[in-house]
């Protein structure tokens, strides 16, 4: 089962649920663009080596495409196809003017240097053309890329529309550096969010957040954020695992040293302020919150059936597979789904690209506000629809996106 089919799973569920009109349905089944370009770059020693890259435009009824960019070996098609699905259901879920689309390129980014990597990044731009612009597809950092990505692909982006409208499409990206137009409170804002939603949750359920404990998987920009914020509401990491390992510690990791040693090393592994743990024993970890912020896939049927937790909070997109689901479902685990759980993410870049259009610069305090906002509406709407329908989280929270993406199809019917 890869990506696209728990993305198809997961929407022919909820279009069960709400008898989601046949037309519709079809058109949502598939992207309405895919694009694969293949480019060549000049690597350091002089040699050429040719890069396959994709931007996959699913939907745009509710405003532009809006996506990330994901560097990473296993990028592939259908995978960037079930993350550009999953864009627009969130944007509709939060309510953020946007469709959805999702970019990578197939490659390791720790392979290469900042030399090739910003010319890798300048020559996907190109390639892409005009498939990507402030008011048609809007990328963002995902796996593998960050603000400086951003930057070179605005710079490059930049360099091929009139000398008089340069500054007028610095919102063709989001997710940029302050410095170059990038919003406050950006680079946290997806692990903002989910922290967010946790306490929405905790409220719900009167549960205390201050003394309880969570297990991470992935401790980067998403994982990293959530970890700081978190701990500072009095949880505990107690277990971490990326790419390198797994770390445990029963009385919590500490997330700043623990972000300063990934930042030296590139991975949790050989952290010593606690204990190296294998696979089996971090998913087994007891704690009240489990939060992937990794890749795909990761909760399967059988690491579902190991998790101690009362909760999955799904920081990373598609983490859990169906199997999985129908565990964790067994089991009375809930999740908190990805399409309302990170979508702090694509809201502040919402901001961002306001802030753009408009040349203003809103404070932290103001960003955050309007975030919290935002996210405590949808957790709501989720909620109700949840228990008034008698719904698992997911299916809810497609049903409020379908709904409203529905209804725009019904409004404006169907070309010609
Ligand atoms: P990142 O590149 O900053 O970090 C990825 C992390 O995953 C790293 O810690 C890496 O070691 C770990 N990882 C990779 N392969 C792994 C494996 N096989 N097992 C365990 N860990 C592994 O990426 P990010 O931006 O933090 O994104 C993480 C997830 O969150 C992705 O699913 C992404 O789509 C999703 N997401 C990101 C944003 C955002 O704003 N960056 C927004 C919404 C959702």
Known sequence: MNAY????GQLERAAAAMNLDPQVHTILLQPKNELIVNFPVKMDD????LFKGYRIQHNNIMGPFKGGLRFHRDVHLDEVKALAAWMTWKCAVVEVPFGGAMGGIKFDPRCHSAAELERITRRYTHALGNNIGPDHDIPAPDVGT???TMVWVMDTYMNFVPQDRKNAVRGCVTGKTLSSGGSQGREKATGQGLV???QEWARENHFPLDGCTFALQGYGNVG???????????ASLVAVQDDSGAIGAGE???PARLAEHVQQTGGVRGFSGGDEISAAEFFATNCDFFIPAALEKQITAETAARLRCKVVVEGANGPTDSEGERVLAQRGIDILPDILANAGGVTVSYFEWLQNRRAEAWTLDEVD?????????AYATVRRLARERRL???TAAYVHALERIQNVYRERGIFP
């Open 224 to 234: 990293a954020h959530v970890a700081r914020l978190l701990s500072r509401l009095g």
């Open 5 to 8: 089919d728990i993305a198809i």
């Open 146 to 148: 960050n603000g400086q």
């Open 252 to 254: 919590g990791l500490h």
């Open 369 to 377: 506000e309007r975030l919290h906002r935002t996210l405590v509406h």
């Open 392 to 394: 698992d989280n997911r």
């Open 46 to 49: 002089g040699s050429f080596r």
């Open 196 to 198: 967010y939603v946790i």
